[in-house]
Every structure is written in structure tokens, then in C-alpha cells.
């Protein structure tokens, strides 16, 4: 029978969305009924709720979504109850022309569930891109249901289920990005950091991130841009060019979706080169470019819808990488938020200070459901102080363990930021990598923020360092080597690896197949020792002891800047000596 339950919707233009009830009636046929886990805020809901994609109002928010099939109707196969699934807003049909000649990314006839969810007075509902997944359940067509591998945190799945996947798409399937080539992505959002992160799993050899916000650079090169354009100050083609040495990038990638910046990406490809517009413009945009100049330049001008992914194809791989640490789709989730959270984060985005929020409903997980485990991040900015200088600096802060319960890793500089991604789990303990001060001081806020006691851990050869930040508090509890901690199911052994710092420390969890190295090991070699308290031929000692043994695969989330793996670094130790500190 039908179901009534709590969703978010936008009743007419630019008023407040909303929590309401909405009636979900039984799937029909080739329809699915699905538990919402987890749900992104994407500007596109922001669009909805302004009238800016069509004026059928009310409509039911929120697209980008992961959870459970609770139910299906007559004829469904491809799913069943119980069922891991990200949903999409392209169930393909499978006839149309585009799917006869073998292309169904380019499908010409999708499809939504041919049921309306309604008002509890019978008022019809228009979800967001025919999925209204900012709701406890939400009815589709079994073909929006992808199923992925259940291992995955909801929160991270869901977002394939548009932006990032867009992003993704556009370097990977449209753009064709492959090993070496030059990439300039315009516009560092959600959508632009995507596109980055895909044009570095493709193998660009040099990635090149442009926007006019200096705090979107900086997390552009978390996930991979090489080099940064301040386009607020610097003519970005010139620049562009001046980095590809005088030709412009082979792959353009404009995520912003104005004339302006496609004229900017059009004239800072290389001859023969592609541009790919993913960011959407509005209707009454224009563009004039000299018809010769197209001609002349050769290559492709090419858009990117959903970024030309086929879900069933995409989805799957996409979520493999990430269980596998090679893509970092949990960088995007900022925070986690409830159902009434969805009017403050349409602000926060507006702003620019997320990537995204997302709506985690509590609702749907049960004290039976397995725990989903895995790692996040987010990436803060401040400052780094010792022997009497100062470093602007981005340090990376990992959360780590199950949608209930984390731990948190080196918090640094913003405790309400890293109070936000944490969301409604319980915080078992602040782990510090040792006790430099951009890696614990957010610590003693972060932990007076909960109402139960929150242990602040740090290994007590690094108390000299720690008191610099706290002169009167103390940590609460030593970090041993070898011993072991446990959040849920994940379990992180203490790897006691002096030399950046006396009291350092890596947590290797093998289950994850991943080590967090603090400031001991990064991409390119070890940790500096320049500074006092630091000595390079202890580092080398720790590292060839205790890093180095792991696995190749092992990958090493590092204190700042990018992940790397254990085999990638191992042939270089000979290199690093004879470099020195």
C-alpha cells in the first residue's frame, strides 16, 4: 500500500524549501520503490527551487542519491529488494537509434517512473530529474537503479549520481583524456574538481586548474592539478599556453557555463585540440566566435551531457576504484546534514565553502544494518609555525570508520568544518600524527564540541612540540607502537615512525589496505627535516622499517597534498638518501 514519509520540497519560486509529507505509492510496472540512504545537495536542486528549470511546481528535491530497493514492481529483473543501488536520471530504453547503433549513453528516449508521488491532499510532485531523493523513499524506473558494490558509504556513492559523474565523464568519456596529455579544467567546483580528478585517473601529464577563487585552486590540487590559475588577476589562455609551452592543452575543459569562459577555452586549446562544455548555460546565452578561427583550429567542440556515461557501465568501476583507493570520491563530501539541513547548505554552496553536502537520513539505516567503513577527508587551510617562521599551508584531516562512529585524524585549523563532515556520528577519538601545530590545532576544540569525554591520542615523544599549541592541557592518551585501535570495524595499528617529529606516528589499517602517513611519507619521498626536532636519517630508518614492508598496493594518505601507494615509492628510497633532507 502506499507509504507516507518525510521529504524536502520546493513548493514555488525562490521561497524556502520545505519538510513535508509526500505519499509514495507501490511500484507498477518496471518500477522500484528505494530506501534514500544518502542524498548530494547539487545546484541543480538550487535551479529547481528557483524556477530555473521549468515552473512545475511543487517539486520534489534531491537527485543524486544512494540507498536500498525496498520493492519492485511487475516485470523488474535487473534489481531486487535489498539491492546496494545508485540512482540515475538516464534509464535508457534500449530501441531508440541511439541505443540500435550501440551508443546508449546518447539515449534519445530515458524514462521515469510512470507514477506520480504526490501530496498528502493529491497535489502531483515533480522530482528533481525524475528522482525526489531528498526523501526517506522515493519512487523510480527500475532502470534509474544501478546497482554497486555495497561496501561503498552511501554518502560517497551517491554522488555519481550527477556532478561528479559529469565532472568524471567529461575528461574520461567525452574529452578522451589518455596518458600525457595536457588538461586546462575552467571552473573548480564539484564539477571542474571532477572533471580533474578524471583527467588524472586517465593519465594527463600535466593538469592545469583555472577559477578566480584562490580556496577552489588549492582544493583543485587535491585532486590532481599540477599547476593553478588565478583568473581574477591573470589572463588564463596566456597562462594556459605559457604552461604548454606556447601550444595550449590538448583537452579544455569549461565547467562554468558562460560565453566567456568557453571563448577563454576554445582559444587556450592547442591546434586540433578538444574543448568540452559540462557546465550548463542559461537560455538566453550567446556565443560569437569567428567561423574561420573554428575552422582554422581543427580539432573538436564537443558537449557533455551527464558525461556521456552509461551508468550501468560506469557506476560499478567508479565505485571499484574508490573501495580501491585509487579515486577520491570522498573528498567531495564536505559535511553530512539532516533532512531539514537542505536550505542552509543551498547557502553554504551558494558561497562556495562545500563541495557538497549530503543528506544522510538516519531513518533508513537500523541498528541490524551492517556498518558501511571506509575513509573521508577534507582539506583545511591555515597556518604552519615552528623555530620562529610561518607557512600558509593545506592540510589534509581523514575521518575514518563506519556511518555511526569515526575517528578523526590530524584535525587541522577549522574544527567546525571538520564538526560538519562528521555529521551525527559519534566521535570515539582524535588521533594525531605527531604534534606540529597545523596538525592538532583544532584538536581540543573539536573534542570539546562533544558532550561524552573525546580522547585526544598523540605518542608521548612529541609532548615538547604539543605544548607549543597547548601549554596547559595535555593530551589524554599515549599512542604505542604497535598496539591497536578500533572504530567499528576498522582497525588501525600504531606504527611508531619517528624522524619528521620524535613522537610521529603512521596507522596502517590492512582490512582498508590504506596507511596514513602524517607528515612521515608523501608523494616524491619523506617528510622535511630541516626544522628542529626532526632528523633524516631516523625518517629513512622508519620508513625503510615500517612503510616500505607493506604492500605495493598499500595506498598512503598523507598529511598534505596527494595520495600515493607504497609501490609507487619503494624504488626511490636510494634516491631520497642521496638527495638528502
Same mark, same amino acid.
Given at each position: 500500500?502506499?507509504?507516507?514519509?518525510?521529504?524536502?520540497?520546493?513548493?514555488?519560486?525562490?521561497?524556502?524549501?520545505?519538510?513535508?509529507?509526500?505519499?509514495?505509492?507501490?511500484?507498477?510496472?518496471?518500477?522500484? *520503490?528505494?530506501? *534514500?540512504?544518502?542524498?548530494?545537495?547539487?545546484?541543480?536542486?538550487?535551479?529547481?527551487?528557483?524556477?530555473?528549470?521549468?515552473?512545475?511546481?511543487?517539486?520534489? @528535491?534531491?537527485?543524486?542519491?544512494?540507498?536500498?530497493?525496498?520493492?519492485?514492481?511487475?516485470?523488474?529483473?535487473?534489481?531486487?529488494?535489498?539491492?546496494?543501488?545508485?540512482?540515475?536520471?538516464?534509464?535508457?530504453?534500449? %530501441?531508440?537509434?541511439?541505443?540500435?547503433?550501440?551508443?546508449?549513453?546518447?539515449?534519445?528516449? %530515458?524514462?521515469?517512473?510512470?507514477?506520480?508521488?504526490?501530496? @498528502?491532499?493529491?497535489?502531483?510532485?515533480?522530482?528533481?530529474?525524475?528522482?525526489?531523493?531528498?526523501?526517506?523513499?522515493?519512487?523510480?524506473?527500475? $532502470?534509474?537503479?544501478?546497482?554497486?558494490?555495497?561496501?561503498?558509504?552511501?554518502?560517497?556513492?551517491?554522488?555519481?549520481?550527477?556532478?561528479?559523474?559529469?565532472?568524471?565523464?567529461?575528461?574520461?568519456?567525452?574529452? $578522451?583524456?589518455?596518458?600525457?596529455?595536457? *588538461?586546462?579544467?575552467?571552473?573548480?567546483?564539484?564539477?571542474?574538481?571532477?572533471?580533474?580528478?578524471?583527467?588524472?585517473?586517465?593519465? =594527463?601529464?600535466?593538469?592545469?586548474?583555472?577559477?578566480?577563487?584562490?580556496?577552489? @585552486?588549492?582544493?583543485?590540487?587535491?585532486?590532481?592539478?599540477?599547476?593553478?590559475?588565478?583568473?581574477?588577476?591573470?589572463?588564463?589562455?596566456?597562462?594556459?599556453?605559457?604552461? %604548454?609551452?606556447?601550444?595550449?592543452?590538448?583537452?579544455?575543459?569549461?565547467?562554468?557555463?558562460?560565453?566567456?569562459?568557453?571563448?577563454?577555452?576554445?582559444?587556450?586549446?592547442?591546434?586540433?585540440?578538444?574543448?568540452?562544455?559540462?557546465?550548463?548555460?542559461?537560455?538566453?546565452?550567446?556565443?560569437?566566435?569567428?567561423?574561420?578561427?573554428?575552422? $582554422?583550429?581543427?580539432? /573538436?567542440?564537443? /558537449?557533455?551531457?551527464?558525461?556521456?556515461?552509461?551508468?550501468?557501465?560506469?557506476?560499478?568501476?567508479?565505485?571499484?576504484?574508490?573501495?580501491? $583507493?585509487?579515486?577520491?570520491?570522498?573528498?567531495?563530501?564536505?559535511?553530512?546534514?539532516?533532512?531539514?539541513?537542505?536550505?542552509?547548505?543551498?547557502?553554504?554552496?551558494?558561497?562556495?565553502?562545500?563541495?557538497?553536502?549530503?543528506?544522510?537520513?538516519?531513518?533508513?539505516?537500523?541498528?541490524?544494518?551492517?556498518?558501511?567503513?571506509?575513509?573521508?577527508?577534507?582539506?583545511?587551510?591555515?597556518?604552519?609555525?615552528?623555530?620562529?617562521?610561518?607557512?600558509?599551508?593545506?592540510?589534509?584531516?581523514?575521518?575514518?570508520?563506519?556511518?555511526?562512529?569515526?575517528?578523526?585524524?590530524?584535525?587541522?585549523?577549522?574544527?567546525?568544518?571538520?564538526?560538519?563532515?562528521?555529521?551525527?556520528?559519534?566521535?570515539? =577519538?582524535?588521533?594525531?600524527?605527531?604534534?606540529?601545530?597545523?596538525?592538532?590545532?583544532?584538536? =581540543?576544540?573539536? =573534542?570539546?564540541?562533544?558532550?561524552?569525554? *573525546?580522547?585526544?591520542?598523540?605518542?608521548?615523544?612529541?609532548?615538547?612540540?604539543?605544548?607549543?599549541?597547548?601549554?596547559?592541557?595535555?593530551?589524554?592518551?599515549?599512542?604505542?607502537?604497535?598496539?591497536?585501535?578500533?572504530?567499528?570495524?576498522?582497525?588501525?595499528?600504531?606504527?611508531? %615512525?619517528?624522524?619528521?617529529?620524535?613522537?610521529?606516528?603512521?596507522?596502517?589499517?590492512?582490512?582498508?589496505?590504506?596507511?596514513?602517513?602524517?607528515?612521515?611519507?608523501?608523494?616524491?619521498?619523506?617528510?622535511?627535516?630541516?626544522?628542529?626536532?626532526?632528523?633524516?636519517?631516523?625518517?629513512?630508518?622508519?620508513?625503510?622499517?615500517?612503510?616500505?614492508?607493506?604492500?605495493?598496493?598499500?595506498?598512503?594518505?598523507?598529511?598534505?597534498?596527494?595520495?600515493?601507494?607504497?609501490?609507487?615509492?619503494?624504488?626511490?628510497?636510494?634516491?631520497?638518501?642521496?638527495?638528502?633532507?
Amino acid at each position: 500500500m502506499p507509504q507516507e514519509v518525510s521529504a524536502v520540497i520546493a513548493r514555488e519560486r525562490n521561497a524556502p524549501v520545505e519538510v513535508t509529507t509526500i505519499v509514495v505509492p507501490d511500484p507498477g510496472p518496471g518500477e522500484a *520503490v528505494v530506501a *534514500v540512504q544518502a542524498c548530494g545537495v547539487c545546484h541543480t536542486d538550487l535551479h529547481y527551487r528557483e524556477g530555473g528549470i521549468s515552473d512545475e511546481y511543487p517539486f520534489l @528535491l534531491g537527485h543524486e542519491a544512494a540507498g536500498v530497493v525496498e520493492s519492485v514492481g511487475e516485470g523488474v529483473t535487473d534489481v531486487a529488494p535489498g539491492d546496494f543501488v545508485v540512482l540515475n536520471w538516464r534509464a535508457v530504453c534500449g %530501441t531508440c537509434r541511439a541505443c540500435a547503433r550501440g551508443r546508449p549513453w546518447y539515449c534519445f528516449d %530515458t524514462h521515469n517512473a510512470a507514477q506520480k508521488m504526490t501530496l @498528502l491532499d493529491g497535489t502531483e510532485l515533480t522530482p528533481a530529474l525524475g528522482i525526489g531523493a531528498f526523501a526517506e523513499k522515493t519512487l523510480v524506473a527500475s $532502470g534509474q537503479c544501478t546497482k554497486v558494490d555495497p561496501r561503498a558509504d552511501p554518502a560517497v556513492a551517491g554522488l555519481l549520481g550527477c556532478g561528479i559523474m559529469a565532472g568524471l565523464g567529461a575528461a574520461i568519456n567525452t574529452g $578522451g583524456v589518455s596518458r600525457g596529455d595536457s *588538461v586546462a579544467v575552467i571552473g573548480c567546483g564539484g564539477v571542474g574538481d571532477a572533471a580533474i580528478a578524471g583527467a588524472a585517473l586517465a593519465g =594527463a601529464g600535466r593538469i592545469i586548474a583555472v577559477d578566480i577563487d584562490d580556496r577552489k @585552486l588549492q582544493t583543485a590540487r587535491r585532486f590532481g592539478a599540477t599547476h593553478t590559475v588565478d583568473s581574477s588577476g591573470t589572463d588564463p589562455v596566456a597562462a594556459i599556453r605559457e604552461l %604548454t609551452g606556447g601550444n595550449g592543452a590538448d583537452v579544455v575543459i569549461e565547467a562554468v557555463g558562460r560565453p566567456e569562459t568557453y571563448e577563454q577555452a576554445f582559444y587556450a586549446r592547442d591546434l586540433a585540440g578538444t574543448v568540452v562544455l559540462v557546465g550548463v548555460p542559461t537560455p538566453e546565452m550567446r556565443i560569437d566566435l569567428p567561423l574561420l578561427d573554428v575552422f $582554422g583550429r581543427g580539432g /573538436s567542440l564537443k /558537449s557533455s551531457w551527464y558525461g556521456d556515461c552509461l551508468p550501468s557501465r560506469d557506476f560499478p568501476m567508479l565505485i571499484d576504484l574508490y573501495l580501491q $583507493g585509487r579515486l577520491d570520491l570522498a573528498g567531495f563530501v564536505t559535511e553530512r546534514i539532516p533532512l531539514d539541513g537542505v536550505e542552509e547548505a543551498f547557502a553554504r554552496m551558494h558561497r562556495g565553502d562545500v563541495l557538497r553536502s549530503v543528506v544522510v537520513d538516519a531513518a533508513n539505516r537500523t541498528a541490524t544494518d551492517p556498518p558501511v567503513a571506509g575513509v573521508e577527508s577534507l582539506v583545511t587551510s591555515g597556518v604552519f609555525a615552528l623555530d620562529g617562521g610561518e607557512w600558509e599551508v593545506d592540510n589534509n584531516v581523514w575521518i575514518v570508520g563506519d556511518d555511526r562512529r569515526a575517528i578523526v585524524i590530524d584535525p587541522a585549523h577549522d574544527h567546525e568544518a571538520i564538526a560538519r563532515a562528521l555529521g551525527d556520528r559519534e566521535l570515539m =577519538a582524535i588521533v594525531c600524527t605527531h604534534a606540529h601545530n597545523d596538525h592538532v590545532n583544532a584538536a =581540543a576544540a573539536l =573534542a570539546d564540541l562533544s558532550d561524552a569525554p *573525546v580522547p585526544i591520542m598523540l605518542h608521548p615523544d612529541d609532548a615538547v612540540l604539543w605544548h607549543q599549541t597547548y601549554p596547559d592541557r595535555e593530551p589524554d592518551g599515549p599512542l604505542v607502537h604497535g598496539e591497536v585501535l578500533q572504530v567499528g570495524e576498522v582497525e588501525l595499528k600504531v606504527l611508531h %615512525t619517528p624522524g619528521h617529529a620524535p613522537g610521529a606516528v603512521c596507522l596502517y589499517a590492512p582490512k582498508l589496505g590504506v596507511v596514513f602517513s602524517g607528515d612521515t611519507l608523501f608523494q616524491g619521498g619523506p617528510g622535511a627535516t630541516g626544522r628542529s626536532y626532526s632528523d633524516f636519517p631516523t625518517i629513512i630508518d622508519s620508513i625503510r622499517e615500517h612503510l616500505l614492508p607493506l604492500s605495493d598496493d598499500t595506498v598512503v594518505y598523507t598529511g598534505h597534498g596527494p595520495a600515493t601507494t607504497i609501490g609507487a615509492e619503494r624504488p626511490h628510497l636510494a634516491e631520497w638518501i642521496e638527495r638528502g633532507h
